[in-house]
């Protein structure tokens, strides 16, 4: 009976090394549901070239936005070919002054790397340290998964970034919508941000919040 533990163990590995091989990658079927472990493959006989490629990066007008920034996502969602990989990616464009809210993303790291313009950004620490530069063109920052971070144009002129994810769908937090952006009685909301109920008030109205 020990004999035969280290023979199956064996022959389980080499039906998981079959398995790898023949499932190099997992195109996303976006008809079926999305789930905790990604999206079901798509047929390989429905796969073509285009599930791997993405041409939507490209210059959004970011003066239509409060923050005079705009995103564009090559997630999953977006990116039906990066399904499973641990990877996507996203541009930023922001005007003179623009900037990207304190939010996090719970679901990957980030690599951040400026193309034009100048960018000021940072991250803060739940122990309240936080560590911010100045950025030029061919500078990149690293933000740790699930850490406040931040982005500001502090040039002249327009600012450009593109970003690399270590998840497929890193998801976002924006702290300013997950607190103004909620149906909590305003009265908490001010106690516990120490604000007064005005304020939150204008705020929720701002960012869509009820209460």
Known sequence: MNKMVPILFIFSLLLSISH????????????????NSGYPCKSPKEVTVDDFVFSGLVAKDPTNTTSR????????????????LGISAARVDLAEGGFVPMHTHPGGTELFMIVQGEITAGFMTPNA???????????VIAFPQGQVHFVVNSGKGNATAFVAFSSENP???????????NNLPSD?????TLLDVAQVMKLKKRFGGRG
């Open 69 to 84: 920034a705009a995103l564009t996502t090559a997630f999953v969602n977006d990116f039906p070919g990066i399904n499973g």
């Open 20 to 35: 790898a091989s023949v499932n190099d990658f997992c195109v996303a079927d976006l008809k079926s549901p999305n789930s």
């Open 171 to 181: 998801g976002a937090q924006t702290l300013d919508l997950l607190l103004f952006g």
């Open 129 to 139: 340290v936080y560590y911010s530069k100045t950025l030029k063109p061919g500078d």
């Open 188 to 192: 908490i909301v001010a106690k516990t």
